[in-house]
Nanobody
């Protein structure tokens, strides 16, 4: 079992930056692929970024490539999402997820409760 708790969301102006954190419980954090998804009002949940167990491999949605960076600290059981050059269309609830496989599909085994990011124009 893995429990995930996101933090760091809030209101930011377009062009600004926010860093999200996701703290995981359990001693096996380093075995999991970690990912971030987001869901805007009235839209389906969509993939944002993922990172493998060591941090040596990452994958991003085209919409955030070059602006967002995913990273992890296995000693702290935490994964991060640094979001720069934010746009109003980045407004969504952001979810942290964990699974044994890296995929862009919404099939991860474990999910956090989500944190709201609102980008004002």
């Amino acid at each position: 079992q893995v429990q995930l708790v996101e933090s760091g969301g809030g209101l930011v102006q377009a062009g600004g930056s926010v860093r999200l954190s996701c703290a995981a419980s359990g001693r096996t954090f380093s075995r999991y692929v970690m990912a971030w998804f987001r869901q805007a009002p009235g839209k389906e949940r969509e993939f944002v970024a993922a990172i493998n167990w060591s941090g040596g491999a990452t994958h991003y949605a085209d919409s955030v490539k070059g602006r967002f960076t995913i990273s992890r600290d296995n000693a702290r059981n935490t994964v991060y999402l640094q979001m720069n050059s934010l746009k109003p269309e980045d407004t969504a609830v952001y979810y942290c997820a964990a699974d044994s496989l890296m995929t862009t599909r919404v099939t991860y085994d474990y999910w956090g409760q989500g944190t709201q990011v609102t980008v004002s124009s």
